[in-house]
């Protein structure tokens, strides 16, 4: 009878039951009904033990140097930055906001804070120089999904602690992905911008502008490089990292920008507090629901099924991104992760693949989905920041999606564009 707790989950989401609820709702319904009420206990216990973890630290830790990143005038500095490296192009406006996008993700490593950021910012201004707001909206929801693939991400974090991989391994293997998903959508705006006819800023800065804007945005620029060399240099843990960001973020918004006051910082730790608890309760009751799963037997069905469908690896992975595709719709990165990551990653394994390139390309399958409808969440942050309605901007974004599959597809069959560079720093085999 637990083969079904799949099903009733999806059926508690689509009455409209918060998906925290409803990953607790349904194994907690099947096994009352199973008679097995002991289980209900265990289920409830192993929401604390999913959060109970060093590893999972880091996640608060990056929302806070984010918010303090945001809060201290620092994302200006980084779109302002972009705007005089590409400001000048056809269709500038919509370059900038995706470099933006690549350069805060090293920065949060969230897309809900990427979209949340640069749209209170960028949305208004690409308005007013003449493009529509659901173009506007939806590049932004489009782009913000570089988030969470560039390091630091939270989603990798969180794959790294359910399928005990190395965190710095996963965060090496997003670069190249995430540096390629901007480049695709750069080159579907230059596109549309030539079709479309975008508009032209009114002049190209000079080397001298450009320059003073570099200085400007080197403190932040310095994040990832303090986090990425931390890590890969033995000095400090993931979780270290995430501290040591957010005291960095501190010292450059208090005492040499000035941009961050005393009076703000209640309010920073309240917001991030805030994503943050969202998060690791998601993370919590996903793990409790894991415990359904293994009580089930599910995954050894499931993957009878997979094997039993071809024993090509080409085909099983185009079907299983095809299946990553439809959850990532409706199901946020990191439950869906930690629910189908350890019934998926054992099978292609077994196949031949990596165990970090399959991390990526269920990593950044499933971060696609952030922006797909019909529940995409950076879609409704983009829906609320714009002030434009849901279904308008998933129209708008179609294009966009449809480069960032593309992308996806190049990363399965690809394996060097993820595994080079861990290959490289000797994190992978």
Request: hydrophobic share 55%.
């Given at each position: 009878m637990l083969v079904w707790f799949l099903p009733v989950f999806l059926v508690f989401l689509l009455i409209g039951l918060p998906v925290f609820f409803a990953l607790l709702a349904a194994p907690g319904l099947?096994?009352?009904?199973?008679?097995?009420?002991?289980?209900?206990?265990?289920?409830y216990r192993n929401v604390y033990n999913g959060m109970d973890s060093f590893p999972l630290m880091a996640i608060p830790f990056f929302m806070l140097a984010g918010e303090l990143m945001n809060r201290g005038g620092i994302t200006i500095r980084l779109v302002e930055f972009?705007?005089?490296?590409?400001?000048?192009?056809?269709?500038?406006?919509?370059?900038?906001?995706?470099?933006?996008?690549?350069?805060?993700?090293?920065?949060?490593?969230?897309?809900?804070?990427?979209?949340?950021?640069?749209?209170?910012?960028?949305?208004?201004?690409?308005?007013?120089?003449?493009?529509?707001?659901?173009?506007?909206?939806?590049i932004t929801a489009a782009s913000s999904v570089i988030g969470p693939i560039i390091p630091p991400?939270?989603?990798?974090?969180?794959?790294?602690?359910?399928?005990?991989?190395?965190?710095?391994?996963?965060?090496l293997a997003g670069i190249v992905p995430?540096?390629?998903?901007?480049?695709?959508?750069m080159l579907m705006i230059k596109v549309m911008a030539n079709r479309y006819d975008f508009p032209v800023a009114s002049r190209k800065y000079t080397w001298p502008e450009r320059g003073q804007a570099?200085?400007?945005?080197?403190?932040?620029?310095?994040?990832?490089?303090?986090?990425?060399?931390?890590?890969?240099?033995?000095?400090?843990?993931?979780?270290?990292?995430?501290?040591?960001?957010?005291g960095y973020a501190f010292i450059i918004g208090f005492f040499v920008l000035r941009t961050l006051t005393l009076k703000e910082v209640p309010e920073v730790l309240s917001n991030a507090g805030m994503t943050s608890a969202v998060v690791l309760l998601l993370v919590g009751a996903a793990m409790a629901f894991k415990t359904v799963v293994s009580l089930s037997h599910a995954p050894e069905q499931l993957a009878a099924l997979i094997l039993g469908l071809s024993e090509n690896p080409l085909i099983l992975l185009f079907l299983i991104n095809l299946l990553l595709f439809v959850v990532g719709m409706f199901l946020d990165a990191g439950p869906a992760i930690i629910i189908l990551g350890p019934i998926l990653g054992p099978i292609f394994t077994s196949l031949g693949v990596d165990p970090i390139h399959f991390a990526i390309i269920m990593s950044v399958n499933l971060t696609v989905g952030l922006a797909t409808p019909p529940m995409g969440l950076?879609?409704?942050?983009?829906?609320?920041?714009?002030?434009?309605?849901?279904?308008?901007?998933?129209?708008?974004?179609?294009?966009?999606?449809?480069?960032?599959?593309?992308?996806?597809?190049?990363?399965?069959?690809?394996?060097?564009?993820?595994?080079?560079?861990?290959?490289?720093?000797?994190?992978?085999?």
């Open positions: 099947l096994l009352w009904l199973n008679g097995q009420t002991n289980d209900i206990t265990l289920l972009s705007q005089a490296l590409m400001g000048h192009l056809r269709g500038g406006l919509a370059h900038v906001n995706v470099l933006s996008s690549i350069l805060f993700a090293g920065l949060s490593g969230s897309a809900v804070a990427d979209t949340s950021a640069l749209g209170s910012m960028l949305i208004p201004a690409m308005e007013k120089q003449g493009y529509t707001r659901k173009f506007a909206a939806a991400s939270g989603i990798m974090i969180i794959y790294a602690y359910v399928m005990g991989e190395s965190v710095a391994a996963l965060f995430g540096v390629m998903v901007g480049i695709g959508l570099s200085l400007k945005a080197f403190f932040p620029l310095m994040t990832p490089v303090i986090i990425l060399g931390g890590i890969l240099g033995g000095i400090f843990t993931p979780t270290e990292a995430a501290a040591v960001a957010v950076v879609l409704f942050v983009a829906a609320a920041v714009s002030r434009e309605r849901v279904e308008t901007i998933a129209k708008a974004i179609l294009p966009f999606l449809a480069v960032e599959i593309a992308v996806i597809f190049l990363i399965t069959y690809v394996p060097a564009i993820s595994m080079t560079i861990p290959r490289l720093t000797g994190f992978a085999n």
